[in-house]
């Protein structure tokens, strides 16, 4: 397919019907594929033709959406997964096993924190976290020589940090090994990793890719830009004797890494997206860009507005010149960071909750980044057990409100937190 503009993409990336085919993505629903022989199924087996043969391996509908979600990001292939934490535990330990070790930066999402923390340290992978702030000198003094990757986020949820990509990717690069870059915030139409050095990007794409909240996801993109061959990662420059023998990188050249991640761990790991929730977030990116828009236009507009509300203490917006991260947002994402935002209301944990309890057309949900306004108090739901002292430990407010910004009419959004704010 020829190169377009990265909207048009969303809508026609990855699925090119032909003569009298559907036009719109169909939802192959059905878990295996019929050959007349058997040779042409043992040359799938093989890897040494391509076409489908098990949805677990691959599906036409999930291949579509795969192939559009790494057009968007620029790479070379994709994997969708069953959820954002199947892309962060398959992206990691596809190139990192028991007695390897990780680079991580501490503010990433507190799903993937646990998953690395305790599940994948239980597995015998070792993570040192370090600090989105941290310095070059501070990077580089957490790498060991089992060191197989560094994972970060781009806009960090929810604390909303954005990370300086060029200085952790030379980091990374300086000692050969990549950088997986979570990139579910900005998505790739406010932010593209690869073009500042990130080597394989993740996503929860139950988050704005899809943009509606209907159906929960994950994706692996491999920029096919990184050396494997450089005696750290045997499995995949040595063969593979559960796969007859495969060298990833003689046999994928560049797509070595996704193959691998497909071929050996879908496969022993089955955590594969349904067809049916392919074809959801397929209808969901067409929309991307336009939905990305709105939200980041409403969310700065919004923050605006409440830094000028005397009710309000403090507000978080990395596209609020007043925001720590103001030059790294216009750096790495021009056109709009994401359409989430903070805020601290005046009268803390109480004061908080009533503005929550106040909200009419915002609705109180566990989930971010879909179209409908939703809010969330941490102190008071996801975070209730703790006191109001852990709670800083844990850099959460007590009268800390998390917003995502929806795309409704930003007068009505700002209407609904104005009579909300009115009755504290
Ligand atoms: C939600 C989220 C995840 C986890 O994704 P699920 O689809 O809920 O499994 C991972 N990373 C980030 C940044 C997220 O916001």
Not at 96 to 101: E, F, N, P, T
Not at 150 to 159: D, G, K, R, Y
Not at 246 to 261: D, H, L, P
Request: charged letters at 20%; hydrophobic letters at 40%.
């Amino acid at each position: 397919m020829e190169h377009y503009h990265i909207d048009t993409e969303c809508i026609h990336a990855g699925y090119e019907p032909g003569n009298g085919e559907p036009r719109v993505l169909p939802i192959v629903q059905s878990t295996t594929f019929k050959y007349s022989n058997a040779e042409t199924l043992g040359r799938l087996f093989d890897l040494k033709s391509d076409g489908f043969f098990y949805t677990r391996l691959g599906n036409p509908t999930l291949d579509a959406v795969e192939k559009k979600i790494a057009a968007l990001e620029g790479g070379v292939g994709a994997l969708l997964t069953a959820s954002g934490q199947a892309a962060s535990m398959i992206a990691v330990f596809n190139i990192c096993r028991a007695g390897g070790h990780v680079v991580c930066c501490n503010a990433i999402y507190g799903g993937t924190f646990n998953l690395f923390y305790k599940t994948m340290h239980e597995m015998g992978i070792d993570f040192t976290f370090v600090s989105a702030d941290a310095t070059e000198e501070e990077l580089n003094a957490a790498f060991q020589p089992n060191t197989r990757c560094v994972f970060a986020e781009t806009l960090t949820n929810p604390s909303l940090i954005v990370t300086d990509l060029e200085l952790f990717s030379k980091v990374a690069h300086a000692h050969e090994v990549p950088i997986i870059v979570d990139n579910t915030f900005p998505t790739p139409i406010n932010c593209r990793p690869f073009e500042f050095g990130a080597d394989i990007v993740t996503h929860s794409t139950s988050k704005y890719m899809d943009g509606h909240a209907v159906q929960l996801g994950g994706v692996v993109v491999d920029s096919g830009r990184f050396n494997w061959d450089n005696g750290k990662f045997p499995e995949l420059t040595e063969p593979d004797e559960s796969y007859h023998g495969v060298v990833y990188t003689r046999q994928f050249g560049k797509a070595a890494y996704i193959m691998k991640a497909r071929t050996h761990l879908m496969r022993d790991l089955g955590a594969q997206a349904s067809p049916c929730n392919a074809f959801l977030l397929n209808l969901g990116l067409e929309t991307l860009a336009l939905r990305m828009e709105r939200h980041c236009k409403n969310a700065l507009t919004a923050a605006e507005y409440l830094e000028k509300n005397d009710k309000i203490a403090w507000v978080n917006y990395p596209g609020l010149k007043s925001n720590k991260y103001y030059a790294l947002a216009k750096k790495y994402m021009p056109n709009g960071t994401s359409g989430v935002i903070s805020f601290g209301v005046k009268g803390g944990r109480e004061a908080a909750a009533k503005f929550m309890g106040g909200l009419k057309l915002a609705s109180i949900v566990v989930h971010v980044a879909d179209l409908r306004t939703s809010v969330l108090h941490p102190a008071s739901t996801t975070h209730r057990q703790l006191s109001d002292e852990q709670l800083a430990q844990a850099g959460i407010g007590a009268d800390m409100v998390r917003m995502s910004v929806g795309i409704e009419n930003i007068d009505d959004i700002l209407a609904d937190i104005d009579q909300a704010l009115a009755g504290l």
